[in-house]
């Protein structure tokens, strides 16, 4: 089993910019005990990789494989405990990768924001991941982890308290600063163009429990559709404007819940906003451009001669910013929630340095050493996980003593 192999992680993909960000993260974080290697395809791309990392990295073990060689991918998945990939677009790239690990019952983790990627790999390889004991987990990054443990954190508060079940609850982006990955941008077009192609692709882009274990068993709650336009919420006291995350994040926590058999409450309705607080005279201005611009931008990326426009300007994968624009980076989040015994409660998480790309490596790493070292500390789950349901309060824990805050309070 995983627990016996030669290394404890393998991050594949590491001579990629956010592979790269990952590994330096885990050269300079991870307990000395732990056994890491670096995979990519190329061998002389790698060794690039592992000087300009380096550090304990020089004596990294390098893993040649590739994404179009099963063979290559079963090898890699035999010999670690955890492979963290950031090789996407995961839809054209991570399945076959999937496949290797829930074959040789290596646990895994990704960056994906892709919900059809998600979606086929729930339909192919959940089964063969639970019989191997394989825990599978998408979105250990600012896609989802935020969205996920802040809810299980919050949920954890309310049922300490005994106050009910989660009803109507709202993540709110208050702050945020950072750029798009060009992996993002790349994810992005890929989806906009299977829903432009396929209806049932679109259909199930749109359903908000796309990701759900059994459709039919979640609950009747009516629209629960996406925010698409400015909103005034006299309850928050803001203006509230669409998160281009949302779409994703949402079907995540989603899942968590009925992965826990509805832990959260079968009423429980979850969106995710921008909000600008009402008290500052431009908070209609801002969320109306905010609105604008995620729609012009999809907009744009959907028609050729736009895209080929808006790719000049857009980063390509491999591609982010400087560290000093990283190191600026923050992310701020509040989650609002009302319980079903009336009581009112306040989540923050929030975290310094870019959320693409300096934040997300702090999380994908430790997501990655939380999987491979914590296994005494983890839910006795396996198959296609979320973060919330593979690895719970161990990850919230690492997480916070790498400085990321996890905040509950009671308002009423």
Same mark, same amino acid.
């Given at each position: 089993?995983?627990?016996?192999?030669?290394?404890?992680?393998?991050?594949?993909?590491?001579?990629?910019?956010?592979?790269?960000?990952?590994?330096?993260?885990?050269?300079?974080?991870?307990?000395?005990?732990?056994?890491?290697?670096?995979?990519?395809?190329?061998?002389?791309?790698?060794?690039?990789?592992?000087?300009?990392?380096?550090?304990?990295?020089?004596?990294?073990?390098?893993?040649?494989?590739?994404?179009?060689?099963? %063979?290559?991918? +079963?090898? @890699?998945?035999?010999? !670690?405990? /955890? $492979?963290?990939?950031?090789? *996407?677009?995961?839809?054209?790239?991570?399945?076959?990768?999937?496949?290797?690990?829930?074959?040789?019952?290596?646990?895994?983790?990704?960056?994906?924001?892709?919900?059809?990627?998600?979606?086929?790999?729930?339909?192919?390889?959940?089964?063969?991941?639970?019989?191997?004991?394989?825990?599978?987990?998408?979105?250990?990054?600012?896609?989802?982890?935020?969205?996920?443990?802040?809810?299980?954190?919050?949920?954890?508060?309310?049922?300490? %308290?005994?106050? +009910?079940? @989660?009803?109507?609850? !709202?993540? /709110? $982006?208050?702050?945020?600063? *950072?750029?798009?990955?060009?992996?993002?941008?790349?994810?992005?077009?890929?989806?906009?163009?299977?829903?432009?192609?396929?209806?049932?692709?679109?259909?199930?882009?749109?359903?908000?429990?796309?990701?759900?274990?059994?459709?039919?068993?979640?609950?009747?709650?009516?629209?629960?559709?996406?925010?698409?336009?400015?909103?005034?919420?006299?309850?928050?006291?803001?203006?509230?404007?669409?998160?281009?995350?949302?779409?994703?994040?949402?079907?995540?926590?989603?899942?968590?819940?009925?992965?826990?058999?509805?832990?959260?409450?079968?009423?429980?309705?979850?969106?995710?906003?921008?909000?600008?607080?009402?008290?500052?005279?431009?908070?209609?201005?801002?969320?109306?451009?905010?609105?604008?611009?995620?729609?012009?931008?999809?907009?744009?990326?959907?028609?050729?001669?736009?895209?080929?426009?808006?790719?000049?300007?857009?980063?390509?994968?491999?591609?982010?910013?400087?560290?000093?624009?990283?190191?600026?980076?923050?992310?701020?989040?509040?989650?609002?929630?009302?319980?079903?015994?009336?009581?009112?409660?306040?989540?923050?998480?929030?975290?310094?340095?870019?959320?693409?790309?300096?934040?997300?490596?702090?999380?994908?790493?430790?997501?990655?050493?939380?999987?491979?070292?914590?296994?005494?500390?983890?839910?006795?789950?396996?198959?296609?996980?979320?973060?919330?349901?593979?690895?719970?309060?161990?990850?919230?824990?690492?997480?916070?003593?790498?400085?990321?805050?996890?905040?509950?309070?009671?308002?009423?």
């Amino acid at each position: 089993m995983a627990g016996d192999r030669e290394l404890d992680l393998v991050v594949f993909g590491a001579t990629g910019f956010v592979g790269k960000l990952t590994a330096k993260y885990l050269a300079e974080n991870a307990p000395d005990e732990a056994r890491i290697g670096l995979a990519a395809r190329s061998r002389d791309k790698l060794e690039k990789a592992q000087q300009d990392v380096g550090g304990r990295a020089a004596q990294w073990p390098l893993i040649e494989a590739d994404s179009s060689d099963p %063979d290559s991918l +079963g090898a @890699l998945a035999r010999r !670690t405990s /955890v $492979v963290a990939t950031t090789v *996407g677009p995961y839809r054209a790239y991570g399945l076959p990768l999937v496949e290797a690990c829930a074959a040789a019952g290596t646990h895994y983790a990704d960056l994906t924001g892709e919900v059809l990627f998600m979606r086929e790999a729930i339909d192919r390889f959940d089964e063969p991941a639970k019989s191997s004991g394989a825990r599978i987990v998408h979105n250990c990054g600012f896609d989802s982890i935020p969205s996920d443990l802040g809810v299980f954190v919050l949920n954890e508060r309310v049922k300490a %308290d005994g106050t +009910g079940d @989660l009803e109507d609850t !709202t993540f /709110v $982006v208050t702050g945020l600063r *950072g750029g798009m990955s060009g992996g993002t941008v790349a994810s992005l077009k890929g989806g906009i163009d299977e829903a432009k192609e396929s209806r049932e692709a679109r259909k199930l882009m749109f359903d908000p429990y796309a990701l759900s274990p059994e459709r039919t068993a979640e609950p009747d709650l009516g629209s629960e559709r996406d925010l698409a336009t400015v909103k005034r919420d006299g309850d928050l006291d803001m203006w509230l404007a669409p998160f281009v995350m949302a779409t994703v994040n949402t079907r995540v926590v989603r899942r968590s819940n009925a992965l826990q058999d509805w832990a959260y409450g079968r009423k429980f309705r979850y969106r995710e906003v921008m909000g600008f607080k009402s008290s500052k005279p431009t908070a209609p201005l801002m969320a109306a451009g905010v609105a604008a611009g995620l729609g012009g931008a999809m907009a744009g990326l959907a028609f050729p001669p736009t895209r080929k426009l808006f790719e000049r300007f857009l980063p390509a994968p491999g591609e982010g910013p400087s560290e000093e624009a990283r190191e600026k980076g923050f992310f701020k989040i509040e989650i609002h929630a009302r319980t079903s015994s009336g009581a009112h409660y306040l989540s923050r998480v929030a975290a310094q340095g870019d959320p693409g790309y300096k934040a997300t490596a702090v999380m994908f790493g430790e997501a990655g050493l939380c999987l491979a070292l914590d296994e005494d500390k983890l839910p006795g789950r396996a198959g296609i996980l979320t973060p919330a349901t593979a690895m719970n309060g161990a990850l919230v824990d690492r997480l916070r003593a790498a400085g990321m805050t996890f905040e509950v309070e009671r308002r009423t």
